[in-house]
């Protein structure tokens, strides 16, 4: 075989295993779904959180009432229904947001999710596990590290600090565009909820953030940690760091003005100063006569 006809071969033979090479796996648009604003407050397998764990949901209720819940659970709430507000005591006084654009052909695709996700041994959204140990002082720091930056999220997503902060943080404290999370282990609920929190985060803001930028289940357990700490510490943040922020900048401010006024100094006077002095003598020389 000549070179010629052994390159012909290796090219076709390249060709022809890109054909019969498989299609890049698509993600399931529903189970995106679910994910970004299911997962958050509800399991399938993986125990309770904000919200009940979904296994096999579809046998403990009728599926009309699931899919009208789904579609509109504040008008299932208002409409006194005894298991809505059933549901709504064991969640605490939660209330299951609507979704915007839930359709009940959404709705159902996404029980038939569900249904296909009970029946697997480990479902793909039986959320993170967590151990009752207590944490540890390295976890709780590397946590911190986490959350002002000091360590960078793997995907690339914005440190905590950037819109957040918590008590204890010192110095200029963290962000003021989200809310002051230092109790919000207490809000969500424990590790589990907040680590799936964190792992899927519910607000419009937080996913157009992070829906790209995923936080590793490594860098979720020390913040859990971390904001566990500080929800033991009690409290909002301190107003030190305000306190701090407008020092500054009044010292920043001073210290302007004094270095203009350095400069101001040694401005240019080989102009001004003769014609001052000029003026001057004409002066006197007019009053002497």
């Given at each position: 075989?000549?070179?010629?006809?052994?390159?012909?071969?290796?090219?076709?033979?390249?060709?022809?295993?890109?054909?019969?090479?498989?299609a890049p796996a698509q993600a399931d648009p529903i189970a995106e779904d679910y994910r970004q604003r299911c997962y958050s407050c509800h399991t399938i397998g993986g125990g309770r959180l904000t919200g009940p764990d979904l296994k096999n949901v579809v046998e403990r209720k009728d599926r009309e009432w699931l899919l009208n819940f789904i579609v509109?659970?504040?008008?299932?709430?208002?409409?006194?229904?005894?298991?809505?507000?059933?549901?709504q005591e064991e969640a605490k006084g939660a209330v299951m947001p609507n979704i915007m654009g839930m359709t009940k052909e959404r709705a159902n695709l996404l029980l038939q999710l569900i249904e296909a996700e009970s029946a697997l041994e480990e479902s793909n959204f039986q959320g993170l596990s967590f151990s009752e140990e207590p944490f540890t002082q390295a976890e709780v720091a590397r946590g911190q590290k986490i959350f002002t930056g000091e360590i960078q999220l793997k995907n690339g997503g914005a440190a905590c600090m950037s819109c957040h902060t918590v008590r204890g943080m010192g110095g200029l404290g963290g962000g003021a565009l989200g809310p002051d999370l230092t109790t919000v282990y207490e809000r969500l609920g424990g590790r589990k909820s907040l680590g799936s929190w964190l792992l899927s985060p519910a607000t419009v803001t937080m996913q157009s953030q992070y829906k790209d930028k995923t936080l590793q289940s490594d860098e979720i357990m020390p913040l859990v940690a971390y904001l566990e700490s500080t929800a033991q510490s009690g409290g909002v943040a301190e107003v030190t760091p305000r306190l701090n922020f407008f020092l500054l900048g009044l010292a920043g401010a001073v210290l302007g003005l004094v270095t203009f006024d350095f400069i101001w100094g040694f401005r240019f006077r080989g102009v001004r100063q003769p014609l001052v002095r000029h003026a001057e003598q004409q002066k006197g020389k007019s009053n002497d006569r």
């Amino acid at each position: 075989m000549t070179r010629l006809q052994t390159l012909l071969v290796a090219g076709m033979t390249c060709c022809l295993l890109g054909v019969l090479a498989p299609a890049p796996a698509q993600a399931d648009p529903i189970a995106e779904d679910y994910r970004q604003r299911c997962y958050s407050c509800h399991t399938i397998g993986g125990g309770r959180l904000t919200g009940p764990d979904l296994k096999n949901v579809v046998e403990r209720k009728d599926r009309e009432w699931l899919l009208n819940f789904i579609v509109d659970p504040a008008g299932v709430l208002a409409s006194g229904d005894p298991y809505a507000l059933k549901l709504q005591e064991e969640a605490k006084g939660a209330v299951m947001p609507n979704i915007m654009g839930m359709t009940k052909e959404r709705a159902n695709l996404l029980l038939q999710l569900i249904e296909a996700e009970s029946a697997l041994e480990e479902s793909n959204f039986q959320g993170l596990s967590f151990s009752e140990e207590p944490f540890t002082q390295a976890e709780v720091a590397r946590g911190q590290k986490i959350f002002t930056g000091e360590i960078q999220l793997k995907n690339g997503g914005a440190a905590c600090m950037s819109c957040h902060t918590v008590r204890g943080m010192g110095g200029l404290g963290g962000g003021a565009l989200g809310p002051d999370l230092t109790t919000v282990y207490e809000r969500l609920g424990g590790r589990k909820s907040l680590g799936s929190w964190l792992l899927s985060p519910a607000t419009v803001t937080m996913q157009s953030q992070y829906k790209d930028k995923t936080l590793q289940s490594d860098e979720i357990m020390p913040l859990v940690a971390y904001l566990e700490s500080t929800a033991q510490s009690g409290g909002v943040a301190e107003v030190t760091p305000r306190l701090n922020f407008f020092l500054l900048g009044l010292a920043g401010a001073v210290l302007g003005l004094v270095t203009f006024d350095f400069i101001w100094g040694f401005r240019f006077r080989g102009v001004r100063q003769p014609l001052v002095r000029h003026a001057e003598q004409q002066k006197g020389k007019s009053n002497d006569r």
